[in-house]
């Protein structure tokens, strides 16, 4: 069963646009969500994280937006750049414990 | 600043054979540790995860195991490798207390 879904395993986006990535989750006590992003062959690196006592966070470029009732978040990246080309993973935990849930990752282009 | 080591970086093993991968943290003291492998095109599974010194979790029940004989070193081994061992893996480590956890540059195993 899985709790964190990224439904979308690609996004391709033109240079300069918006980059809007999903995830949704399925455990009402998750409370604190974070986007990781990975390139090939090396460790992801955290990115932006939400508590649930917010609906948004922004930082530079990133802009990550919660809806709980939809249990729903996105990550938008603007203007997009080409070095955004990765995957991207977003992951849930609850309070109550040390575990990270992942998704599956979302494959982001930025086409130059 | 905090930085945390994996080696080796690329592995190649024989199926039967043992494993030992290594992870050590700087710059952090009781650090919370963990180990995940990511299959090919897969999210990222959480494997084990340590609150201090000798206290090991399993979040997964499978032919390797982890140790923690120092503070700030995490060690995943195995005594007999299998096919479905190959993957990548990851270390991270995370502020007791806090759920952003922050990754290791990974090993990728390929057992043959």
């Known amino acids: 069963d899985q709790q964190v879904k990224q439904n979308s395993p690609s996004l391709s986006v033109q240079e300069g646009r918006i980059s809007i990535l999903n995830c949704d989750y399925t455990?009402?006590?998750?409370?604190?969500f974070l986007w990781y992003k990975k390139y090939p062959a090396e460790g992801p690196t955290f990115l932006i994280s939400?508590?649930?006592?917010?609906d948004k966070n922004e930082d530079g470029r990133f802009t990550v937006f919660l809806n709980k009732s939809a249990k729903h978040l996105s990550l938008h990246i603007v203007p997009s750049q080409p070095g955004d080309s990765a995957v991207y993973f977003c992951?849930?935990?609850?309070?109550?414990?040390?575990?990270?849930?992942f998704g599956s990752g979302t494959r982001l282009l930025v086409r130059p | 600043s905090q930085t945390i080591h994996q080696w080796p970086a690329t592995l190649v093993q024989p199926v039967g054979s043992p494993l030992s991968l290594e992870c050590t943290v700087e710059?952090?003291?009781?650090?919370?540790l963990y180990w995940y492998r990511q299959a090919a095109g897969r999210g990222l599974q959480l494997l084990f995860y340590?609150?201090?010194?000798?206290?090991i979790s399993s979040e997964v029940p499978q032919n390797l195991s982890a140790s923690r004989p120092q503070d700030r070193q995490f060690i995943l081994s195995s005594k007999k490798l299998l096919l479905s061992d190959s993957g990548f893996y990851l270390c991270?480590?995370?502020?007791?207390?806090?759920?952003?956890?922050?990754f290791g540059p990974g090993t990728r195993l390929l057992v043959l």
């Open positions: 992951a849930a935990v609850s309070d109550s414990s040390y575990k990270l849930i």
């Open positions: 340590s609150v201090g010194i000798g206290q």
């Open positions: 455990n009402s006590m998750f409370d604190y």
């Open positions: 710059g952090t003291s009781n650090p919370n």
């Open positions: 939400i508590s649930s006592i917010k």
């Open positions: 991270a480590w995370s502020r007791p207390g806090e759920e952003t956890q922050y």
